[in-house]
């Protein structure tokens, strides 16, 4: 945004989700808008890891800036159980109903109008397809992509800088290995490989969501699951039961992680 854009904006809501980039977002909101004119809101599914809150702690310290914290009050298998509907890759009706629509529905009511405020969101400069959708998601509410402003920063920089500029630990699921923090390492729209290193390196997590997903097919009836099986060359259902059996039994060790960040790419600080 330029100076004349801040300038006429009375408010910047920053979507802060509990991961480094969105950390370093609400940072430049601050930066640019000043603490009294800088919202940033972070909506709790109620299955984080422990450290996330944590890491929103020290950030709330470093920056001397509250986060608002809200809360839907379902965690996503609630959802999915009220619902009916199991989520996956094609349909996070996790996401949507407990952050986006309930952040949505938040900033409303507490009165902050398109005409005097702005979104703010933590998506890098290769995010194409996630910004560009946001910006139709939130619409009309004008978006500010602070990470697409120089220094440009991707997200294996943005943990890296919470390290070593701030002096704050990042959350331990970086550090594990895994692309966001978010859910415990789960996530409905993870691949393979995310799911593999879960299993690897969150054992107890995995059995949850295991456990959770055969309670959902067990009560509804339903030959549906979380992932999908490629093999053959048709799509059927892929329980995270069988994927587990794999593991196990198999010398199947998936590498796809969806969402990872491009850490052998790009240096994107130096452009």
């Known amino acids: ?115 005097n405020t702005v979104r703010a969101f933590g998506y890098g400069p290769k995010e194409i397809v996630r910004s560009d959708n946001i910006k139709r998601a939130v619409a009309p509410y004008p978006v500010w992509l602070p990470l697409h402003e120089r220094p440009y920063l991707s997200p294996c920089d943005c943990v890296d800088y919470v390290r070593n500029v701030w002096q704050i630990d990042p959350p331990d699921l970086y550090d594990q290995g895994f692309p966001h923090n978010n859910c415990g390492g789960a996530c409905v729209k993870a691949g393979h490989g995310q799911w593999y290193l879960l299993y690897k390196k969150r054992r107890r997590v995995f059995e949850t969501w295991e456990m959770h997903e055969e309670s959902f097919r067990s009560k509804t009836g339903k030959d549906v699951s979380i992932l999908r099986d490629r093999r053959g060359g048709s799509y059927k259902p892929l329980p995270l039961k069988e994927l587990r059996r794999r593991f196990e039994q198999e010398s199947y060790r998936p590498s796809d992680l969806s969402g990872g960040c491009d850490c052998m790419g790009l240096n994107l600080v130096t452009i």
């Open 1 to 115: 945004m330029n100076q004349k854009e801040i300038h006429e904006t009375n408010y910047c809501v920053v979507n802060v989700s509990g991961g480094a980039p969105s950390a370093i977002a609400l940072d430049r909101a601050i930066q640019a808008f000043g603490k009294s004119r800088t919202i940033g809101v972070f909506a709790d599914v109620k299955i984080e890891d422990p450290d996330l809150y944590r890491f929103l702690d020290d950030v709330e310290c470093y920056l001397e800036f509250p986060i608002t914290r809200i809360a839907e009050g379902r965690t996503p298998w609630e959802v999915f159980f009220d619902e009916s509907m199991m989520g996956n890759n094609r349909a996070d009706l996790c996401s949507r109903i407990l952050k986006r629509e309930f952040i949505d529905k938040w900033i409303v009511e507490q009165g902050y109008k398109p005409e």
